[in-house]
Nanobody, 115 residues
Framework: QVQLVESGGGLVQAGGSLRLSCAAS????????MGWYRQAPGNQRELVAT???????NYADSVKGRFTISRDNAKNTVYLQMNSLKPEDTAVYYC?????????WGQGTQVTVSS
């Protein structure tokens, strides 16, 4: 089992920045992929960014060039640096970890971008 604790959400003006963190504990040795998803009211949960244990990354087109995902394997923590935030980035952001044949989700952290 892997447990996740997220932090770093909040309220920011358009054009501002936020950094999300997600710390994993438990069976972290089996983690393959770490990532971030988001869900806005009335919308489905969507992929934001992922990062494999080797460091390769993938981003949604809507955040390319503005968001950066990174991970600290020693701390079992994944980060999402969000720059040039837009009102349409407003959502609950969820950390996701794939390990073995299973996955775990964080509790979610609210990001609100005001215009």
């Amino acid at each position: 089992q892997v447990q996740l604790v997220e932090s770093g959400g909040g309220l920011v003006q358009a054009g501002g920045s936020l950094r999300l963190s997600c710390a994993a504990s438990g069976s972290t040795f089996s983690i393959i992929l770490m990532g971030w998803y988001r869900q806005a009211p009335g919308n489905q949960r969507e992929l934001v960014a992922t990062i494999f244990s080797g460091g390769s990354t993938n981003y949604a087109d809507s955040v390319k060039g503005r968001f950066t995902i990174s991970r600290d394997n020693a701390k079992n923590t994944v980060y999402l640096q969000m720059n040039s935030l837009k009102p349409e980035d407003t959502a609950v952001y969820y950390c996701n970890v794939r390990y073995g044949l299973s996955q775990a989700w964080g509790q979610g952290t609210q990001v609100t971008v005001s215009s």
